[in-house]
């Protein structure tokens, strides 16, 4: 590919976020209108999960195939694809009408998204060459990537101040089709020079293991080990087992299994992984805590994360020039540090807390992910031969979305599972306070603070206070322990970049 002129790669860097920005931001959108689905649509809190996790699930499940299908027949030609059938998607959510459908149109969107991410990075790759402007582009990447995530709820919280719920899917294909006439007038085109071979039965194998993976981490906590939960897990195990057999075989493997081997790229999926664990894990309760428990509208608990979005950017800029600085390994370790004490110091939240500790405890994990991600998705890069960038920004953002959607599911397992553990306590302190209650309220209650919300909402001020308390004292107990466990998670991975990850990024990957 014939690299564009300097002046111009920056404006093709600015399409490419634009892009981004669009995915990044409906990974958390639909977070904070969760509430108002709820009441809408009568969806229930497994369905609710599932209007957030379609995305993801098809989204992780396609990556790989469509960054190998980029490196095959045009980057460019993949991104417009992705931008199509995501647009396509929204319009279909925007006039859903019952929760199943617009579960299934939240898939079709995780499907262009897939198509969407790996293109707009292995893009990125391509036209900045020179290491440094590379390492600077990716930090501008990945700031745009957390940023979206992070400000999706302030954008969400504005559109349901004014407008319905579907006002968050109306506004994507306006602007994904200024996306695609930018894409086309300014990105140039670039593959793998051999044209590889498509590996169709590595892209199966891969994309239904992926998919079973997930299905299986996300009913298990409320499914238990049944026949469907044994039957999902079985088959993840079976297919990625055989992912693993064939791609070690495979003329032209989808994903080279000799990769695994080498200590840089492996560390550094996994802090990928880990930032994403504890990014989507947070946002998946955190505007339930900031609306149902402290009574905030949309927009406010929207706007209340703007702390961590605006640690989050200035890090992802300035981690390039500190890794320079301190080193890589001190820079991903610091950032998962932060990141790690952030989500500790939230876990003490209680009813009441003021907003200022709150916006201190996003604000470290905001910086914290910052730091980390732009040298941890530079490491997944500098491991994988140019040619082929479409796979490795695709295993960068599979391993992403793969990571996500673990945090959504673990640490929504966590809160659901000490929620119900400690409701009847809850109950019982409460007394003479809840027995003017009626028995269906209660049994609303026991199952979550969102369905609790509903009936709440019906019920005489003097009955519904103590019952709210009662709701609220055991969500925040179970997002508690939720945050402890997402600390102790990325503490491992602090623990793990210390003793792996390189000094120096650029000189590993030499």
């Given at each position: 590919m014939t690299g564009p002129a300097v002046d111009r790669r920056w404006l093709v860097l600015l399409v490419l976020s634009a892009g981004l920005a669009l995915i990044s931001l409906d990974n958390t959108i639909v977070n904070v209108a969760l509430p108002r689905l709820q009441e809408d649509l009568g969806a229930t809190t497994a369905q609710l999960q599932w209007v957030v996790d379609a995305y993801s699930v098809l989204?992780?499940?396609?990556?790989?195939?469509?960054?190998?299908?980029?490196?095959?027949?045009?980057?460019?030609?993949?991104?417009?694809?992705?931008?199509?059938?995501?647009?396509?998607?929204?319009?279909?959510?925007?006039?859903?009408?019952?929760?199943?459908?617009?579960?299934?149109?939240?898939?079709?969107m995780g499907v262009g998204a897939a198509f969407i991410m790996p293109s707009t990075l292995s893009i990125l790759v391509q036209v900045f060459t020179d290491p440094r402007e590379r390492a600077r582009a990716i930090g501008v990447w990945a700031a745009v990537a957390g940023v979206g995530v992070a400000i999706g709820p302030i954008v969400g919280g504005v559109l349901l101040e004014h407008y319905n719920w579907n006002a968050i899917f109306w506004v994507n294909p306006p602007l994904s089709v200024a996306v695609i006439i930018a894409t086309l007038l300014l990105v140039p085109e670039s593959r793998d020079p051999s044209r590889p071979r498509l590996d169709v039965r590595g892209a199966m194998l891969s994309s239904a293991g992926i998919i079973a993976l997930v299905l299986t981490v996300i009913d298990l906590p409320d499914a238990g080990v049944g026949v469907f939960t044994l039957s999902t897990g079985l088959a993840a195990l079976m297919l990625l087992g055989g992912f693993v057999w064939w791609e070690r075989r495979a003329p032209r493997p989808l994903l080279p299994m000799s990769l695994f081997g080498n200590r840089l790229f492996v560390v550094s999926i996994i802090c990928v992984g880990l930032v994403y664990f504890a990014l989507m894990g947070a946002m998946f309760f955190l505007p339930q805590f900031l609306q149902l428990v402290q009574g905030m509208t949309p927009l406010e608990s929207g706007l209340s994360v703007l702390p961590g979005a605006g640690g989050l950017l200035l890090a992802s800029l300035f981690s390039s020039s500190l890794a320079e600085r301190i080193g890589s390994r001190r820079t991903v370790v610091s950032g998962l540090s932060l990141v790690t004490i952030g989500l500790l110091s939230m876990s003490f939240l209680a009813p009441g807390s003021a907003y200022p500790f709150v916006a201190t405890c996003l604000g470290?994990?905001?910086?914290?992910?910052?730091?980390?991600?732009?040298?941890?998705?530079?490491?997944?890069?500098?491991?994988?031969?140019?040619?082929?960038?479409?796979?490795?920004?695709?295993?960068?953002?599979?391993?992403?979305e793969l990571g996500g959607s673990f945090g959504v599911a673990?640490?929504?397992?966590?809160?659901?599972?000490?929620?119900r553990g400690s409701i009847d306590a809850a109950i019982t302190r409460a007394g003479d306070a809840i027995r003017e209650a009626p028995i269906a309220v209660v049994d609303a209650v026991r199952e979550s603070l969102a369905s609790a919300t509903i009936v709440i909402a019906q019920l005489p001020t003097d009955v519904a206070a103590p019952v709210q308390q009662v709701a609220g004292e055991a969500f925040v107990t179970g997002m508690g322990w939720a945050l402890l466990t997402g600390a102790l998670v990325t503490a491992g991975g602090a623990i793990l970049a210390w003793r792996w990850f390189p000094e120096r990024v650029s000189a590993a990957a030499e």
């Open positions: 989204f992780a499940g396609s990556l790989l195939l469509a960054g190998s299908l980029g490196d095959r027949f045009g980057r460019r030609r993949m991104l417009f694809a992705g931008l199509v059938i995501f647009a396509a998607g929204s319009l279909g959510a925007a006039m859903m009408t019952d929760v199943n459908g617009l579960t299934a149109c939240r898939a079709v470290l994990m905001g910086i914290g992910l910052g730091l980390t991600l732009p040298q941890a998705t530079n490491g997944v890069l500098l491991t994988v031969p140019r040619e082929r960038s479409g796979m490795g920004s695709a295993v960068n953002d599979s391993i992403g673990v640490l929504g397992a966590m809160l659901s599972i000490t929620y």
